[in-house]
């Protein structure tokens, strides 16, 4: 959530910490808080689509250095949207500033935009090295927090919410967790940092209760609001209100951080919340009768309310003694409670899937609010969304989701967190959060988004433009599917998912339909279905057929499926080089990946591969990334191409992991890297030739030759019905076809034969 000011207020008195020389501990670390940490705190690349090889290092150091001070971390991930809506304002407007960001970072400016593929390559890496880590269905920060109480240990974060709980073990505010200088010597290792405990705040104002530090989280702010009652009894208190820019909650000036002081002094003053509580309702009672515009009955009504509706917020910050993430670490299991909230929507394989982070946030949005945020890349602002591309695969991912629901004749959702939650029935559709907590979400009839509109089974009634989706060359054509629109039952409205992205440089909420595709798959059969049938499913989306996936490293299959895609779709379209540029850069990382130490290619000995040549090339390569600071401006072209191309990967992705994986899982981290992918563009561009990049490499030439062919062989490549400079482009591309090819001379079926060896991977089942 986060409390307005608090973290400058807090972090400013370094009596409030103590120093402790961290090790030999249990650390519960904030998932999120520890990857946008580590990414913008270390000047990795945010302009040319991330360098999730560095960032996937990065990851490995924080690890080891935590191994070599035997600390031993258990990771806890957000999940979806707050089903009660309390937070969807806030959300939206980190959205809409990050839509701004995002178009400062393309025209060079300062902005701060986190790449698309961050949190994947977060979760692959933990997961390769046995760091345990669980995903909430929600927010979980409280579910952190009762874990924390449980197990007596402290966490690592950087939300200011953990000012406000009573840990035990104490909160480990990242600024001052140096863990990249290791003291002491082996094997006693320890890391500097500044341990926070709510006692040693409350001891410094006249041992202040401190379960009221919860009401001046709520009083200050937080990411649910402030209550309307604040501003009233502040001005009474004769408290520094903060400025507009602050009421947003992302300011934290210096009149915020009085504010605070001046709050805590004044509430130290009682025993407890409840006596507090009653003088807030005696002052705002008062205001009722004898303040301005008239007083009134009503107003002395709405003043009344204040003490139950900030009891009621007081409670996010009530910790439970157990924790229902307890089992999970102990023994890869939910404990039957939190087995509900977890499960509840989707069959009990992909709820357990997605707690451990195998599915993305984006399953329990569609299944539970049936809503997307679409997060903005570094793009061309001129031009649609990067998503837009991508529409046709998060229809199939929301047909998989919603049409099973809408085939039952009710639905039973669990809204709320562990310990507030509500089981929800509602015949016919899917019964929505703001059905039961009595929100709204804004019509689209109004300008500035506010105007009121209840949601029901299917699309909402009124003041919505139903946006029909149909990906290019037929994969979902309205026309000629055979599956037609999906209906709610007992209705003959579509059944839609409301996303939100990016137009231009404003938020936009778009009506998109899930289209089934023709070949009907049950989500509740998925365990069932033989991996052919969820293979073609999968490949029906993308419009790849099987045998251009033939050449291709398994590790490398997902990729060629999406760039095939990406290729029909995209638009503009890319360029040769673009595709050429794209490539290499995965040649990269595949040469890169199977030269790591334990990896499955070094187990066997391959004499007529000469290993100190590819990593020549992969040197070669390497140092032709763009670099921090150099003059020349980012393409936005082929940012923009690049950024359509993530969109795809990370929505087939998302469809893969739902399927069950019947392709393998590729490695996120070696895939692109978007400083090397654009300075090989601009290499390219200069008039430098793949083959000369890749001399020297058998293995690498071979693999590049075979990627760039089986792209430019697929119909959806040479096919360009317009006979415009699309067609010409690909007429060029059929001339250098025999570029990028390094020695060998091989058959393509012995070249596909040795790489399949040498890459050792498991079959697809």
Same mark, same amino acid.
């Given at each position: 959530?986060? /409390? ?116 994947? %390559? ?32 402290? %966490? ?155 009891? #009621? ?54 299944? /539970? ?8 890349? /570094?793009?061309? =602002? ?31 959702? %669990? ?27 804004? =019509? ?30 037929? /994969? ?56 052919? %049938? ?78 100190? =040549? ?91 030759? =075979? ?48 790489? #399949? ?9």
């Amino acid at each position: 959530m986060g /409390v307005h000011g608090l973290t400058t207020y807090v972090e400013g008195n370094k009596q409030f910490f103590q120093d402790v020389k961290f090790r030999d501990s249990v650390l519960i670390i904030d998932g999120c808080s520890l990857y946008f940490r580590l990414y913008f705190n270390h000047s990795l690349d945010q302009q040319h689509g991330g360098d999730y090889d560095a960032f996937s290092t990065l990851l490995d150091q924080f690890f080891s250095a935590l191994a070599a001070c035997n600390i031993q971390p258990f990771v806890v991930l957000d999940g979806g949207m707050d089903p009660s809506d309390k937070k969807f304002s806030t959300l939206r407007a980190r959205l809409q500033s990050k839509i701004k960001e995002a178009d400062c970072l393309s025209h060079g400016r300062h902005g701060s935009v986190l790449p698309f593929l961050t949190r994947d %390559v977060f979760i692959q890496v933990l997961t390769q090295r046995g760091v345990p880590l669980v995903q909430c269905p929600a927010e979980a920060d409280w579910e952190i927090a009762c874990l924390a109480h449980q197990w007596n240990c402290p %966490v690592l974060t950087n939300d200011s919410d953990f000012y406000i709980f009573d840990l035990p073990g104490g909160y480990l505010p990242f600024r001052f967790f140096n863990w990249t200088n290791l003291n002491g010597r082996y094997p006693h290792h320890w890391i500097s940092a500044r341990r926070y405990t709510a006692h040693l705040l409350c001891r410094c104002f006249r041992g202040m209760n401190q379960q009221l530090l919860p009401l001046c989280a709520v009083l200050s702010g937080n990411d649910y609001g402030t209550p309307k009652c604040a501003e009233t009894l502040f001005a009474m208190l004769d408290l520094t209100w903060p400025s507009d820019g602050m009421k947003g909650g992302r300011g934290t000036g210096k009149p915020s951080s009085s504010r605070i002081e001046g709050l805590l002094c004044w509430l130290s003053s009682f025993p407890g919340p409840a006596e507090a509580l009653g003088e807030i309702s005696r002052l705002l009672g008062e205001s009722g009768r004898h303040g301005g515009r008239g007083g009134g009955r009503k107003e002395e009504t709405t003043m009344g309310q204040a003490h139950s509706q900030l009891w #009621a917020a007081m409670q996010e910050y009530c910790i439970q003694t157990k924790s229902s993430l307890a089992a999970w670490f102990s023994g890869g299991k939910i404990a039957p409670g939190a087995m509900v909230s977890l499960t509840a929507p989707l069959p009990e394989c992909l709820g357990l899937a997605a707690a451990g982070g195998l599915l993305s946030p984006l399953v329990w949005d569609v299944v /539970v609010m049936r809503r997307v945020l679409l997060y903005p890349q /570094v793009e061309n =602002s001129k031009q649609a969304s990067s998503h837009d591309c991508a529409r046709a695969i998060r229809q199939a991912i929301y047909g998989l989701l919603l049409r099973r629901r809408a085939q039952k004749g009710a639905d039973t959702l %669990v809204l709320g967190k562990g310990r507030g939650a509500q089981m929800v029935e509602r015949p016919g559709g899917i019964a929505l959060a703001q059905d039961v907590v009595g929100q709204d979400t804004p =019509s689209q009839g109004n300008r500035d988004g506010t105007g009121r509109g209840r949601r029901g089974g299917g699309v909402q009634a009124q003041g919505l433009q139903v946006q029909k989706s149909v990906a290019k060359d037929g /994969v979902f054509g309205g026309q000629g599917n055979s599956g037609g629109t999906a209906l709610a039952e007992g209705s003959t409205a579509p059944i839609c998912v409301e996303e939100y992205d990016r137009q231009h440089l404003n938020l936009k909420r778009n009506q998109v339909e899930l289209l089934p595709p023709s070949q009907a798959l049950s989500l509740d059969s998925l365990l069932q279905a033989p991996l052919p %049938v969820r293979r073609k499913f999968l490949l029906e989306v993308l419009g790849v057929q099987d045998s251009v996936l033939a050449f291709s490293s398994p590790n490398l299959c997902l990729a060629v499926g999406v760039t095939v895609f990406w290729l029909r779709v995209a638009s503009p379209s890319p360029s040769l080089l673009q595709l050429q540029a794209l490539i290499l850069g995965m040649v990269h990382g595949e040469v890169a990946r199977n030269n790591q130490p334990g990896a499955t290619g070094n187990q066997f000995s391959i004499p007529q591969l000469n290993w100190a =040549s590819e990593q020549g090339v992969w040197g070669r390569l390497d140092r032709l990334r763009v670099r921090p600071g150099e003059r020349r401006g980012l393409d936005i072209g082929a940012a923009h191409g690049y950024s359509q191309w993530q969109a795809c990967l990370w929505s087939a992705s998302c469809l893969n992991h739902l399927l069950l994986q019947p392709l393998p899982t590729p490695h996120m981290s070696w895939l692109f890297s978007g400083s090397l992918v654009h300075g090989l563009l601009n290499t390219l561009s200069a008039g430098r030739t793949a083959e000369s990049l890749l001399g020297g490499g058998p293995l690498s030439g071979q693999l590049y030759c =075979s990627l760039l062919d089986a792209l430019r062989n697929c119909s959806s490549v040479t096919q360009d019905s317009s006979g415009g400079r699309g067609a010409k482009r690909n007429r060029r591309g059929r001339r250098g076809r025999g570029r990028g090819r390094g020695g060998g001379g091989e058959g393509e079926a012995d070249l596909s034969n040795r790489f #399949a060896f040498l890459m050792n991977e498991e079959g697809f089942e």
